[in-house]
């Protein structure tokens, strides 16, 4: 029961917008599936679900599991273009990388980078408008840097 429900939970949330953690009781109640609230939360942690801000401006729940025939995950995007609307320059030198955002900015656009890149970097420091990322070593600074200046292209 538990493995259908939440596998409802992600059609749902793939096929319209969620902002709250009743609707989404609602509508799986509505179906069949008598759900409390403290379930609901219970499967939208272990799913992984997050909310993200739509294209209308609203936070919905979306999935971080990896669609198949998509290639990447619901907030792959979400993230994206968090960093794409952030980022005015990427430079790096010796193992440091240095991110220019615009102002108050800073902060999504790291939650971006350790998102996507977790696993190239030693860690990340945001402030107001600059990230400073660190590397191991200089290799993948540079490696790391072309790879950001390309999300900020795509």
């Given at each position: 029961?538990?493995?259908?429900?939440?596998?409802?939970?992600?059609?749902?949330?793939?096929?319209?917008?969620?902002l709250?953690?009743?609707?989404?009781?609602?509508?799986?109640?509505?179906?069949?599936f008598?759900?409390?609230?403290?379930?609901?939360?219970?499967?939208?942690?272990?799913?992984?679900?997050?909310?993200?801000?739509?294209?209308?401006?609203?936070?919905?729940?979306v999935?971080?599991?990896?669609?198949?025939?998509?290639?990447?995950?619901?907030?792959?995007?979400?993230?994206?273009?968090?960093?794409?609307?952030?980022?005015?320059?990427?430079?790096?030198?010796?193992?440091?990388?240095?991110?220019?955002?615009?102002?108050?900015?800073?902060?999504?656009?790291?939650?971006?980078?350790?998102?996507?890149?977790?696993?190239?970097?030693?860690?990340?420091?945001?402030?107001?408008?600059?990230?400073?990322?660190?590397?191991?070593?200089?290799?993948?600074?540079?490696?790391?840097?072309?790879?950001?200046?390309?999300?900020?292209?795509?």
């Amino acid at each position: 029961m538990k493995n259908k429900r939440q596998e409802k939970i992600l059609e749902l949330i793939r096929e319209r917008a969620f902002l709250t953690q009743d609707e989404l009781q609602e509508a799986l109640n509505s179906l069949g599936f008598n759900v409390t609230q403290s379930t609901v939360s219970r499967d939208i942690k272990q799913l992984r679900i997050i909310k993200a801000l739509d294209s209308f401006g609203n936070y919905r729940y979306v999935s971080q599991i990896k669609d198949e025939t998509l290639g990447e995950r619901e907030s792959d995007s979400h993230y994206k273009a968090i960093f794409k609307r952030s980022v005015i320059s990427v430079d790096c030198a010796f193992n440091n990388i240095v991110i220019k955002c615009y102002a108050g900015m800073a902060s999504g656009a790291c939650v971006a980078v350790d998102y996507f890149f977790s696993g190239m970097i030693m860690g990340s420091l945001a402030g107001d408008d600059t990230i400073l990322v660190i590397t191991k070593t200089p290799e993948i600074a540079v490696q790391l840097t072309e790879r950001l200046l390309a999300m900020c292209k795509d």
